[in-house]
């Protein structure tokens, strides 16, 4: 195995029994800190139990001396195809409805386990950008400045993009409030990056994966954003997730403030080729938040 656009991974045979799979990233600073909030995630989607879908488990991260700020963490190696079994696909939406849907139930059922705040309480990484995770009371401000803004300001630093900025700074930001009025937002506990190519299933189809997660407590259809933007979710994976949470008024506007995170983070990542969907997403909204 190859591993991502990230990082590199390698699978190891231990004792001639088990499979473990070694994640490393041999160039940015961020490596432990990055490693250490995957390992945090994914032991937390573990402590849910999810039916129908397996999560990885993390045992232990390895500095690598040798390179500046290297790291490698290991964990179980997951023999994954492609989620193409329309079964799992609507096993892993109703999975995903249930760790949406985890934290609103411990509001009835264990109000001490109850999250009533936006956030989580370290950064995690979508790709090598670390997340602000601040902990925020209200969804608008999380959504406005620890996700929409920070990659705004990236933008600034690094490019110095005025059309962006212009768009964010008086168009959006100031009417963004529209589009959420009429819906009640509490807090989910989301993976964070669901897009196709951080799920899976196993060789003979009967059981699904999920993996690579950068989890933080949102607005449950923040998760959705990224899942259409790249092909590889199915009809019933989305036909299963909302009998289970029904889209609300809005979902469609929202969306696209969802997805706009996800292109401007692509495009501090990799450059130019995000630059032209961005301000495509950007302009619309402006249009749209305008009338």
């Known amino acids: ?80 195809e492609s989620l ?16 949406h849907l985890h934290n609103i139930r411990m509001k009835k059922e264990n109000p001490d386990k109850y999250v009533d ?33 920070h990659q705004i300001d990236l933008l600034r630093t690094k490019l110095g993009h005025e059309e962006a900025a212009h768009l964010w700074d008086l168009k959006i930001k100031p009417n963004l409030h529209k589009l959420f009025e009429n819906v009640s937002v509490e807090p989910s506990l989301l993976h964070g990056d669901l897009w196709a ?17 950068a989890v933080f407590y949102g607005h449950h259809e923040y998760d959705l954003a990224i899942s259409s933007m790249f092909p590889g979710f199915r009809q019933q994976f989305y036909d299963a997730y909302h009998a289970l949470i029904p889209k609300a008024p809005g979902f469609e506007d ?21 630059k032209s969907s961005s301000l495509s997403i950007m302009r619309n909204l402006a249009s749209m938040l305008k009338a």
């Open 84 to 99: 193409y079994s329309n079964e799992l696909q609507a096993k892993i939406g109703t999975a995903v409805a249930h760790m």
């Open 197 to 213: 190519g951080n799920v899976g299933m196993k060789v003979d189809e009967s059981e699904a994966y999920m993996y690579d997660p």
């Open 254 to 274: 929202r969306q696209r403030v969802y997805q706009l995170f996800h292109y401007l983070n692509h495009w501090n990542h990799f450059g130019g080729g995000y």
């Open 1 to 80: 195995m190859g591993g991502g656009m990230i990082n590199s991974g390698q699978g190891f045979i231990i004792n001639n029994t088990k499979w473990v799979q070694i994640k490393c990233n041999y160039k940015d600073h961020v490596a432990r800190p990055m490693f250490e909030a995957e390992m945090a995630s994914l032991n937390l989607l573990r402590e849910l139990n999810l039916p129908n879908v397996t999560i990885a488990k993390p045992y232990k991260i390895i500095d690598l001396p040798y390179m500046r700020g290297g790291a490698c963490l290991v964990l179980d190696y997951l023999f994954t």
């Open 117 to 149: 705040k936006f956030g989580f309480n370290r950064s995690t990484y979508c790709g090598r950008i670390p997340q602000d995770n601040e902990w925020k009371k209200e969804w608008l401000d999380f959504i406005m400045n620890n996700r929409l803004g």
